[in-house]
């Protein structure tokens, strides 16, 4: 079973209408009129067969999720396509012994996740996980699952917190920090230590290693041991700022440069009060 609809199987008909093909009825009667779609991405959406997936009795508010991700997945392929760009030609979409291309698992695993997630802004980043995958051979798709997965688990500051990290090099170390830690403040260095366990953020990470000074002190050696000896077979560590190429795949695949700086910037200002933030 092929989950790429052919060609000729994509109709033309009201905008209202595909929707409600491509989404089933209950995703397509949730979301109404979905101005601002293009014709090119209804076209993409329409074959990828959703309605196998979405069920009858899904809320309003997943339906809307849905529509999201769909409509900014779909929209970024046909951007692509149009500029000339050429789907992946590595067998991704073949189908499997078990009758289930790889792109059908990426369909279904990324509208569970997309439905049940309660951090919405994440939902850009899912789709444009979705639509990378259509294009780029170094996303297989075991890759696509632990991105995935990463986006799912992370919440939507800590991915702010990822690109903060990244951006280390524009903020002003020599004058860093707060010392009103705060409820919000711990819960902001909570989710720096936690997103450093989860191996997304080198420990010798410039702005990562002046947090651990500020705040841990001492204690930072033993819970998270700097280490300057190089590894004995480097490629796994990243020196820079991420601490292995998984972390580095998901800034890449998921986009998180799109962050807005605003958000990053609100964090930013919890750590270091009359930071102008990063630009």
């Not at 989950?3 to 595909?18: F, G, H, T, Y």
């Not at 939902?123 to 170094?138: G, H, Q």
């Not at 699952?145 to 939507?156: G, T, V």
Request: hydrophobic fraction near 40%; proline fraction near 5%.
């Amino acid at each position: 079973m092929d989950l790429m609809k052919p060609e000729e199987n994509v109709k033309e008909s009201a905008s209202s209408e595909l929707i409600s093909q491509v989404f089933g009825p209950a995703a397509g009667f949730a979301i109404g009129d979905p101005t601002g779609i293009s014709a090119a991405a209804i076209s993409v959406i329409a074959k990828w067969g959703l309605d196998r997936f979405i069920p009858l009795l899904i809320s309003r508010r997943q339906s809307e999720r849905l529509y999201v991700w769909g409509k900014q997945a779909a929209e970024g392929i046909a951007q692509r396509l149009a500029r000339g760009e050429k789907y992946r030609e590595d067998g991704f979409f073949e189908e499997t012994p078990t009758n289930r291309s790889n792109m059908e698992e990426v369909v279904e695993s990324t509208l569970k996740k997309v439905m049940d997630t309660t951090e919405e802004p994440k939902i850009k980043f899912m789709a444009n996980l979705t639509e990378n995958v259509r294009f780029d051979s170094d996303l297989d798709i075991d890759t696509y699952r632990r991105i995935l997965k990463i986006l799912d688990e992370l919440s939507y500051r800590q991915l702010c917190l990822i690109k903060l990290f990244m951006n280390a090099d524009q903020i002003d170390l020599d004058n860093f920090g707060n010392p009103n830690v705060n409820h919000n403040l711990s819960s902001i260095l909570t989710d720096c230590f936690e997103v450093l366990d989860k191996g997304l953020i080198n420990p010798n990470n410039a702005l990562m290693n002046k947090i651990r000074d500020l705040y841990l002190g001492a204690l930072s050696t033993s819970l998270w041991g700097k280490g300057d000896t190089p590894p004995q077979f480097p490629g796994f560590v990243n020196s820079v700022g991420f601490s292995n190429i998984l972390g580095e795949n998901l800034f890449k695949f998921a986009k998180l440069d799109q962050i807005p700086d605003e958000d990053v910037n609100v964090i930013l200002r919890e750590l270091k009060p009359e930071s102008t933030g990063i630009s």
